[in-house]
């Protein structure tokens, strides 16, 4: 792929999902437009392998920098700290105290401290690998590959399955979580059922579904602008490269957004799994 | 993966890696900032609220220290008042005595002095008086020698009868002390 997005954009799609990609060579397809579920396979960074070596992909290299970001950022604000904080420091507390008081504290409430680190790991982790998404090198959001967005999902399921049964015991928290006080007898039959699907089943799939459309449709509707404004800056009529001029000019709004949405999912990942881990614990429903 | 009836597209991870990747990358995240971050954050923390609180506590404990001390110093002040005042009466009632001290000195003084004059008075009168007497004397005898145009030569009877005539002189009452 030529052009300017080209150093932008990895537009070397690799052909995963066998069928679809095999099945719709058209004439839209070859020229990377409009932008599909393939836009968003991962190659594999040693393709002479094969198919067994697929899942060491660029996606997952990028993954593990994004992890190495995060970590090196929080040792870095962490270490040689003083009473009075530098501006690193500073930097670094301003974001600890995000989540600690606000996510933590404010919804959790008692007992929030141990659960600081989780959610201090949970959203600094989403936060970077969104904002590849918008930056150079990456230019892609890696909870947009669905199997990351699940794992972090199955992580806060168990999380605060695994709280409410360390507190309550294991009946003792499935009665908790299945019947809400003040529940008259007579309604059981239809709460438990209702409440069970909804906080042992529904919780973690929107948990996870939730961060992953955000981000694969936002990169989507990037690459609808970018690569869409390439192709029409590439046409050679007049009319046609003004729009494209405009559509490009256009997508740096859409960044914006996405960065904005990118910190948003993020926090809300956060946040959900706070206030689920808060509602296992809570004395009352 | 799970071949379905359903096509979940992208609803499903591509690799199962994914999933263990983005498991695996977040524990390690979770383990570091568990372990090396959260503490360090923590530990500030407590170190300045223990910082703050020790101000505090810094700052009272000064307080009460400053109180305690000015009422000490109003204390010693009111004590050094009450002494002074003591001080001066006493200096008054001193300047009294010694006042009174020094007039009756001085009167003590006066009289000594008076004495002494009165008995120097005394002892030059009687020395007058008694060589008076040997001169008056003489000079009677001499008057009376000459009167009589005799000589009384003879000392000796001329004396005796002198002296006679003194002591009757002295025998008779003087009529008041010089």
Request: proline share 4%; aromatic share 10%.
């Amino acid at each position: 792929m030529p052009g300017v997005t080209g150093l932008l954009i990895p537009l070397e799609w690799a052909v995963c999902l066998g069928e679809p990609a095999s099945g719709s060579e058209t004439a839209g397809s070859a020229t990377g437009f409009p932008p599909g579920v393939e836009n968003f396979c991962s190659r594999p960074i040693f393709p002479a392998l094969g198919a067994e070596w697929s899942w060491l992909n660029n996606h997952l290299i990028q993954a593990i920098i994004g992890a190495a970001v995060v970590i090196a950022f929080w040792l870095w604000v962490a270490h040689a700290q003083k009473v009075v904080p530098s501006r690193r420091q500073f930097l670094g507390e301003s974001l600890y105290n995000l989540l600690r008081n606000t996510v933590a504290r404010d919804i959790v409430g008692h007992d929030y401290q141990r659960f600081v680190p989780y959610l201090v790991a949970l959203f600094s982790f989403i936060l970077v690998n969104n904002l590849f998404g918008e930056f150079f090198l990456f230019m892609f959001p890696t909870f947009s590959k669905i199997g990351y967005a699940w794992g972090l999902a199955i992580l806060s399921w168990l999380l605060y399955n695994g709280v409410g049964i360390a507190k309550w015991g294991v009946l003792g928290y499935l009665k908790r979580s299945t019947i809400p006080a003040g529940v008259p007898k007579l309604l059981w039959f239809l709460i438990i059922p209702l409440e069970a699907l909804s906080n042992f089943i529904v919780r973690p799939i929107t948990l996870g579904l939730r961060l992953f459309a955000n981000l694969f449709a936002g990169h989507l509707v990037v690459l609808v602008f970018v690569v869409g404004g390439t192709l029409l800056l590439e046409s050679g009529q007049l009319g046609l490269i003004a729009a494209g001029g405009v559509s490009l000019v256009f997508s740096f709004a859409i960044f914006g957004l996405e960065i904005f949405v990118g910190v948003l999912q993020a926090y809300i990942f956060t946040v959900l799994t706070a206030q689920y881990v808060s509602s296992a614990i809570a004395e009352e429903h | 993966m799970i071949t379905l009836e359903v096509d979940f597209g992208p609803l499903l991870p591509e690799h199962l890696s994914e999933l263990i990747a983005g498991v695996v990358l977040f524990l390690l995240i979770f383990w570091v900032v568990a372990k090396k971050v959260v503490p360090v954050f923590e530990q500030t923390y407590a170190e300045r609220t223990a910082e703050i609180t020790g101000g505090i506590e810094k700052a009272e404990s000064a307080q009460a220290e400053a109180a305690a001390a000015l009422a000490e110093y109003q204390a010693q002040l009111a004590t050094a008042r009450e002494e002074a005042g003591r001080i001066r009466e006493e200096a008054r009632a001193q300047a009294v005595t010694l006042a009174a001290e020094i007039r009756e000195q001085a009167q003590a003084d006066s009289a000594r002095l008076l004495a002494t004059a009165r008995a120097q008075i005394e002892a030059e009168r009687a020395q007058v008086i008694s060589q008076l007497r040997t001169e008056v004397g003489g000079l009677a005898t001499q008057l009376a020698g000459r009167i009589v145009g005799e000589s009384l030569e003879d000392d000796e009877r001329a004396r005796r009868s002198v002296e006679r005539f003194i002591a009757d002189l002295e025998a008779e009452p003087v009529p008041e002390k010089a």
